[in-house]
């Protein structure tokens, strides 16, 4: 998920941008019984929220097949493939780096599942050109003296390799904050490896990194935050001038990473986290672009545990030689490497609603330290095993199902834009030279939203890149007509502990690429289970990450709100389309609230 890549780029401790910004039903009753539960929890939803008024054309209750959604709890719960594919893609193939050579198997491996199941229209589509491809051949670390260590380390994304195996002196420098700070170092780092940056505290007594949401979490989530405080559903700062200065920050450590190297260092090393658990994306790399040719990184780095650069640390501060041993073994593949999502679909049948769209899909791509299990591999498998669930029992449609699993995500949600921008609609961006350091994911929108043909035609997008837990409800992302129809939904489910529907928004990942064009986008709420605190971005984010009752549980909630959607006679109410020109407009403080104020 690309929020945590910005967490670890802003400041050390990483989460600084936090504080900125079940039995099947018996067929022959089920319909009787779903009847009276459906009508009971409208009337407490009811009682309990404001009714959200009827969108056009909307029915009051939803005309729900039960019989289908029985048959798909069936199929997903006691039939599921979904650790076959969750093996397939991480063990059989691994880390899936944006335009790397792993990520075109990955790419080529979906294509052949999907073809596999009987999906239609199966193809690769490019989203455009990304940069640089590259993989990490292997990398190791020792510490050779006063004593020696093995050392768990990682490079960073698109780190040069080093001239083979190399011991070297160690030596530690502070952050640097500007230009002028290089003085100091001149002519000192010659044959040097850095300890670059604060030596981080470790917590002695850390958290418990499992953790599951409660009743009590669910109904904060059912509670619209009226401060506008959304945090916790990993929602961006709209602030651009926040967003300037982090990537301003991020361009001087790519001059730090050009000092180093025209200085004639070895490499450097980065503390990247403890208790075994090793973060490593461009949070960690000398510049966020690092991945363009034109900002390719100019010397070796890697991530190593906050256990060893500390201890390396603390010696070195007290005049203690320091020595290491190092091999970045890695290797690029080309400047100019095309960006590729996955696309298949289930055709509608319906000759009236055949041309409309509802999409499920989650980002193919992840980063290297581990095998991308939880982000967002899980969502990937989620939503083939939906695709399957509905493959496997025939499903005819009436509308088109169509899944995407998306490149890119990680650099800047480069896929699912992509996506949008050359079907359903395109949005414009501040061309000022200041703001060109900001990507365009959180620069700032200047112009109207320019719409497509085919976006009238686009019904839903479903997305999952949240892990590996169980979808406890839906994020409805303001749009108070859906959350009355996305409550009936869960009626059915709720046995399954799928049960809450919010109004509040969930934030960066690839649904954002369709809700910002006026397309409805949807995020689940998931279990967090050790998503946040050891998988995401991780070398734990590996197979044994996984919960398969939770990734079945998923996969068959998936798949009924897909089918749900392309079976309703209308499509699903939208919510205004954006005017983010209309913004600052907005923000002017009103005239003449005090006449008498000296002018």
Request: glycine share 8%.
């Amino acid at each position: 998920m690309l929020w945590l890549s910005l967490c670890y780029a802003i400041s050390d401790p990483r989460l600084d941008l936090w504080l900125t910004f079940y039995p099947l039903y018996r067929l022959t009753s089920m319909k009787i019984v779903a009847a009276f539960v459906v009508a009971l929890c409208l009337s407490v939803f009811a009682a309990e929220k404001p009714k959200a008024a009827s969108a056009p054309g909307q029915p009051v209750v939803e005309a729900l097949d039960l019989e289908t959604i029985a048959r798909i709890r069936d199929e997903g719960i006691n039939h599921s493939h979904i650790m076959e594919y969750a093996s397939g893609l991480f063990d059989g193939i691994g880390p899936r780096l944006t335009a790397s050579p792993d990520f075109v198997k990955a790419q080529e491996w979906s294509l052949d599942q999907l073809r596999r199941m009987g999906a239609s229209d199966v193809h690769a589509e490019s989203w455009g050109e990304f940069g640089m491809g590259w993989r990490q051949i292997g990398t190791s670390v020792q510490m050779t003296a006063p004593s020696t260590a093995t050392i768990l380390a990682q490079a960073t994304p698109w780190s040069p390799a080093t001239s083979g195996e190399v011991t070297a002196e160690v030596i530690a420098i502070p952050t640097l904050n500007d230009e002028k700070d290089f003085d100091k170092w001149k002519g000192k780092l010659a044959g040097k490896v850095i300890l670059y940056g604060k030596a981080p505290k470790i917590n002695p007594d850390p958290p418990n990194l499992l953790e599951h949401y409660d009743s009590e979490k669910l109904e904060h989530f059912r509670s619209y935050p009226l401060d506008g405080d959304q945090r916790d559903s990993h929602v961006l700062v709209n602030d651009p001038a926040f967003w300037e200065k982090v990537f301003k920050d991020m361009a001087f450590l790519e001059k730090v990473g050009h000092f180093f190297a025209d200085e004639h260092a070895i490499a450097v090393l980065r503390p990247g986290g403890s208790g075994g658990v090793i973060h490593d994306d461009t949070g960690s790399s000398l510049g966020w672009f690092v991945y363009r040719p034109e900002h390719k990184q100019a010397i070796p780095s890697a991530v190593i545990a906050n256990e060893a650069f500390g201890r390396m640390h603390r010696l070195v501060s007290h005049n203690v030689p320091v020595s290491v041993r190092l091999n970045i073994a890695t290797q690029f593949y080309g400047d100019h490497e095309p960006g590729n999502s996955v696309i298949a679909e289930i055709p509608g049948t319906d000759p009236a609603l055949k041309d409309q769209v509802v999409m499920l899909g989650g980002h193919l791509d992840c980063w290297i330290a581990g095998t991308g299990a939880t982000d967002d591999g899980a969502g990937s498998i989620i939503a083939l095993e939906a695709m399957r669930i509905l493959r496997a029992l025939n499903i005819q449609p009436r509308r088109t199902i169509r899944v995407g699993l998306w490149g890119g995500e990680e650099q800047g949600i480069f896929g699912s834009s992509g996506y949008v921008s050359s079907h359903y609609g395109t949005r414009s961006y501040s061309t000022k030279p200041e703001d060109q350091v900001v990507p365009e994911f959180v620069r700032q929108q200047t112009g109207p939203v320019t719409i497509k043909p085919d976006h009238a035609r686009l019904d839903a997008y479903f997305n999952t890149d949240n892990g590996t837990g169980k979808f406890l409800g839906i994020f409805a992302e303001g749009n108070s007509a859906v959350a009355a129809i996305f409550q009936q939904w869960a009626t059915p489910l709720s046995d399954l502990g799928f049960t809450t529907i919010t109004l509040r928004n969930a934030g960066s990942t690839d649904h954002i690429s369709f809700d910002q064009v006026g397309l409805p986008g949807f995020q689940f709420i998931q279990d967090p289970r050790d998503y946040d605190t050891r998988s995401v971005h991780t070398n734990m984010d590996t197979y044994e990450r996984l919960s398969e009752i939770d990734l079945k549980q998923a996969a068959t909630v998936m798949a009924t709100f897909v089918y749900n959607t392309a079976q309703r006679d209308g499509m699903l109410p939208r919510k205004p389309l954006p005017h983010p020109e209309l913004d600052e407009q907005r923000a002017k403080p009103l005239e003449g609230i005090y006449p008498t104020a000296a002018k």
